[in-house]
């Protein structure tokens, strides 16, 4: 069965230090995106990707990198962690076309920033 | 950009009972409300969704509305069972923006036996 998924799905790392979470999905999927979920906020857009070499700035893209050389995978990366990025990471793809269709979210990683 | 309230943060029900949630958005050219279901420690699901082409639309015992000209729509839950305790997200989205969702900031819906 297809699928997505995320790791590590728990990291504890030091203020400074730079970091890198994987997606990889099987769904063939041309958009995958990155989301950061905290109390209060919800579900934000970090960076998102139509297809290969195709990258997007989401609502909350400082600090954090992505790119894009294949089809299946989407590493998201903290170039300088900061406790701010203490958070739960969610990466997401969907089918491509004109309007907008479901998209199937990976378990997450859960970040810890010290 | 899209804005997206949604109410109640928190919500508990007796078993049995309906559960209501609702969501307002400010983008009037958004015509795409999904609402996600996440269980503890999963990621979040699609559980129903609607296009500004219809008002209503209902799966079992969930439903969705939608008013476009009130820039609100809803998720009813009847019936509910303790399986139905989760965080729901409400969403939405326009064509403009391609493949783009905003989130509201969910409701934790706790179902009491």
Not at chain 1, 53 to 79: A, F, H, I, M, W
Request: proline fraction near 5%; charge should be negative; hydrophobic fraction near 30%.
């Amino acid at each position: 069965d297809a699928e997505i998924t995320q790791s590590p799905r728990h990291k504890i790392t030091e203020t400074g230090r730079q970091v890198t979470l994987a997606c990889h999905q099987t769904w063939n999927h041309n958009n995958m995106f990155w989301y950061r979920q905290d109390l209060g906020h919800g579900l934000r857009l970090i960076h998102y990707s139509y297809g290969v070499q195709d990258t997007n700035k989401g609502e909350v893209s400082d600090g954090y990198s992505v790119s894009r050389s294949n089809t299946e995978d989407l590493p998201l990366t903290l170039e300088s962690a900061a406790s701010s990025q203490t958070s739960v990471y969610f990466c997401a793809s969907s089918d491509p076309g004109p309007h907008p269709n479901e998209q199937f979210f990976g378990p997450g990683t859960r970040l810890t920033v010290l | 950009g899209e804005n997206v309230e949604q109410h109640p943060s928190t919500l508990s029900v007796q078993e049995g009972d309906s559960a209501v949630i609702k969501c307002t958005y400010s983008d009037s050219a958004s015509n795409y409300f999904p609402w996600y279901k996440q269980e503890l420690g999963k990621g979040p699901q699609l559980i129903i969704d609607i296009r500004s082409n219809v008002g209503e639309k209902k799966d079992q015992r969930i439903a969705v509305t939608l008013n476009k000209t009130a820039k609100h729509f809803s998720l009813h839950i009847t019936e509910t069972q303790p399986e139905d305790s989760a965080v729901y997200f409400c969403a939405a989205s326009n064509s403009g923006g391609y493949q783009k969702v905003t989130f509201g900031t969910g409701t934790k819906l706790q179902v009491i036996p």
